[in-house]
């Protein structure tokens, strides 16, 4: 069984930028695609990025053109890229397979504050 470590989150100012990391303990070259989740207390989560090896990449309307996916070349870390942050992206972030193929990490905390 896979199992996904992320990192990466923190503090940052409305405007910022932060780049979080997801290292799966194995390869994950076998799996088709990827994504970034977040959730906020209260609400389900949200898939807001994924990367499918075949088909590129999408992103939920909420952050696209603000974030980017993206993964290594041994497709053992996916990586977030997250510009221009607004205080509702303010989550935790989670890594899984956009079918939510595999136990869930402890998430990576963001918050977007002044």
């Known amino acids: 069984q896979v199992q996904l470590v992320e990192s990466g989150g923190g503090l940052v100012q409305p405007g910022g930028s932060l780049r979080l990391s997801c290292a799966a303990s194995g390869s994950i070259f076998r799996i088709n695609g990827m994504g970034w989740f977040r959730q906020v207390p209260g609400k389900q989560r949200e898939l807001v990025a994924a990367?499918?090896?075949?088909?590129?990449?999408n992103y939920a309307d909420s952050v696209a053109g603000r974030f980017t996916i993206s993964r290594d070349n041994a497709k053992t870390t996916v990586y977030l890229q997250m510009n221009s942050l607004k205080p509702e992206d303010t989550a935790v972030y989670y890594c899984?397979?956009?079918?939510?193929?595999?136990?869930w990490g402890q998430g990576t905390q963001v918050t977007v504050s002044s």
């Open positions: 990367i499918i090896n075949d088909r590129g990449t």
């Open positions: 899984n397979t956009p079918a939510m193929s595999y136990n």
